[in-house]
């Protein structure tokens, strides 16, 4: 198929490649979350075949870390400017802009992942962990702090894939510096994590406003 592109004088358009895999790859990723976030409505909100419904959910208990998890969504959205910022000096080519961007979008996710531990850390001092004591007493709450590890803590996994992957690229700048095919992959680091910002937006007020 190349052979022949080439033949015809076309030349392949690897960015078309490229974003159309990233833009699968955050679709079955929607699709992911969209089970996990399917079956928590159901428990959550569930009908008479589901016995654990609102009822029998936290009013206030969780409530304290509403301040830590505000204080992460400002981070975010703090991210997602800067991750902006980085995509546009990529493309222009300013290397010193893109590298000052992009590494205050990684110290960012590091901070979000640190106000994340201490929320984890306080929920664990006081006993609202999956199957403590605690929540062994109160079924309903003991499957809502198991929805709520499970769904933040891989949120948070895909924060340290973005993270990882925004220092990969911070270096290979460093080292090879900017071109317009090294752009296309800030682009695309830029979505993903743009990506990890909304499905985080969907997190926030599941499990801390209502």
Partial sequence: MTQTSQTDGITPDHSDVGQLGIWLFILSEIMLFGGFLASYFMLRWGNSVCAIGA??????????GLAL????TLILITSSFTMVRAVLAAELRNERAFGRFMGSTILLGLLFLCVKGVEYALK??????????????????????SFYFALTGFHGLHVVIGILWNLFLKRSARKKGLSPAFARKVEYAGLYWHFVDVVWVFLFPLFYLI
């Fill in 124 to 145: 664990i001092h006081h006993g609202y962990y999956p199957r403590s004591p605690f929540m062994e007493a109160t079924p309903g709450l003991n499957i809502f702090i």
């Fill in 69 to 72: 998890a505000t204080t992460n």
């Fill in 55 to 64: 009822p029998a959910w936290p009013k206030e208990g969780y409530t304290w």
